[in-house]
């Protein structure tokens, strides 16, 4: 009878001990980021200040600065239609919270077509998707092209002459282009650069003759008279552009865009993806961010992190399939 007594003593005392290291270890997990951040964020946005990219993420790290407590520094690192900003960050990005960087299409594309990059979207976590917008064909005003007709037209009877501008080989807008090329049935010459910004700088210049960026990204050269827009590859007319045409109201089956948000390192802990996303949800609600998105016409919608990966599941198999109808694919 002493012994079985000792021996239940023991084995309950066994089990208090454990339940309470677990619960010990718990807390001391949980307590491990509560400090966080505990020092200044970098976004590393892969495209050149100024485009439709670099603007949202700039207007979304202002909103979210003072909920974290901590400035958001942007850091522009464009190239190669985002391979050279998604290899430095996914080469040297340490996963704790304080690196971010901007995702979007361009994480699986630019691998797609280049299957040589040291980097897949694997590497990253998707902590929110904060906005959408479609694919435009864009010319300056004072372009020999009065619509979405003549373009064509001009195009057809003289393959590969006109030059049309896209953010990188790879690029969401060089995807775009190409497709409006093989829904057209024309042959343009392709002229790749760093972002949306220059290319409309190139645009608006007069050293190629068209180019590929979406809607807000030129919303203010178009209300100068500098530009004008074609055509929107999407299902409905932007409201901002309501006198613009769909492809599709053109006879061209084409609807293609991109989505923009902010991921981290893969294996970032999840309570601090929850702390990120929860600020930057809080921050895309502020009153700074929607009027400056509505200011420039740049749409807003919203995915938290498993609807982002999610989508991002169902997305990849699309692309692939787009990549390899435009014979663009690379990686088998």
Known sequence: MFNITIKKVLVITLALLVSFGLGFSENIHADEHDDFPEEELELTVIVAEGG????????????????????????????AGGAVGYEEF?????????????????????HMVNPDLDYTYEDFEPVITVNFDPA????????????LEEFVEYAEENPGVITLGNSGHGNIWHLSATAFEQAAGINVNQVPFDGAAPTMAATVGGHIDAMIASPPEVVDQVEAGDLEILGIMADERDPNFPEVPTMKEKGYDIEIGTWRGVGVPAGTPDEIIEKLHDAFREGMQK??????????????????????????????????ELLKELDLYGAE
Request: charged share 25%.
């Open 136 to 147: 435009a064909l864009i010319v300056p005003s004072d372009s020999p092209y009065d619509d």
């Open 90 to 110: 996914s080469a040297y990005a340490e996963p704790d919270g304080h690196e971010l960087v901007f995702i979007t299409e361009s994480m699986y594309t630019t």
């Open 287 to 320: 009153d700074s961010f929607v009027n400056f998105m509505e200011e420039q016409g740049l749409g807003i919608i919203y995915r938290g992190p498993e609807e982002t990966a999610e989508y991002i599941e169902e997305d990849v198999p699309r692309f692939r």
């Open 52 to 79: 439709g990219s670099d603007m949202t993420l700039r207007a979304l790290a202002d909103a979210t600065e003072d909920i974290l407590g901590e400035p958001i520094v942007v850091t522009n690192v464009p190239g």
